[in-house]
């Protein structure tokens, strides 16, 4: 696992070390374990299937619970969202993000938001707009050697409709860095139109925070 991520900037010693430990614990495959439940995600959303596939379909996420239950682990030692060098870092909550550029005050990266993250008409739900940009915001807060922060408050901005199943440029830029807060701006964009913008106000952890 490097210790950079896709743009080069490097990993906080925590991030770095998190990410080092996931990768030592996966299993052969984990990542694509997670890829094909993002899949089917977006498959239960978008799809109508008759009576037949939804019992079968049932009976197989059944068999893949009953399956993965006996190896529940204590929030330590479980992997999930913690590959930070990987796009989506290895979870199906929020739609990957892919960087293209990154350094320690810019971040430049692109989105698909699938079915899953739809709303109606077309238009990606408002909360998963919200959900993403604090994945983004939060990446770059924690990037260039920071400490580790949280999401003290995020204020987005709705300009116009955010399209399911198309490539969207995202940009966060650190604006401001006082003591323990750090303020920064992101925009969701489609093209040269603004779907979206947030405010993003994260804060350092304490030493012994979690």
């Known amino acids: 696992m490097a210790d950079t991520d896709r743009?080069?900037?490097?990993?906080?010693?925590?991030?770095?070390?998190?990410?080092?430990?996931?990768?030592r614990r996966a299993?052969?495959?984990?990542?694509?374990?997670?890829?094909?439940?993002?899949?089917?995600?977006?498959a239960v959303a978008a799809s109508t299937p008759p009576a037949d596939a939804v019992a079968r379909a049932t009976a197989l996420l059944g068999e893949a619970?009953?399956?993965?239950?006996?190896?529940?682990?204590?929030?330590?030692?479980?992997i999930y969202g913690r590959f930070l060098a990987v796009p989506g870092r290895g979870q199906a909550l929020c739609p990957p993000l892919r960087l293209v550029r990154c350094t320690a005050t810019e971040l430049l990266g692109e989105v698909v938001f699938g079915a899953f993250h739809a709303g109606s008409n077309g238009a990606v739900h408002g909360g998963a707009v919200a959900l993403f940009f604090d994945e983004a915001i939060g990446r770059l807060s924690d990037l260039g050697g920071r400490s580790r922060s949280r999401t003290a408050a995020l204020d987005v901005d709705f300009r116009s409709v955010t399209p399911v199943g198309r490539p969207l440029?995202?940009?966060?830029?650190?604006?401001?860095?006082?003591?323990?807060?750090?303020?920064?701006?992101?925009?969701?964009e489609d093209g040269d139109r603004l779907c979206a913008e947030a405010d993003g106000l994260f804060v350092a952890l304490r030493e012994g925070q979690q």
């Open 7 to 23: 743009g080069g900037v490097p990993l906080a010693p925590f991030w770095r070390r998190w990410s080092e430990e996931a990768a």
């Open 169 to 188: 440029t995202v940009r966060v830029a650190l604006v401001e860095e006082a003591g323990r807060k750090r303020r920064l701006h992101a925009r969701l």
């Open 27 to 42: 299993a052969p495959g984990w990542l694509e374990m997670v890829e094909r439940l993002r899949r089917l995600q977006d």
């Open 65 to 78: 619970e009953r399956l993965l239950e006996p190896y529940a682990a204590g929030e330590d030692e479980q």
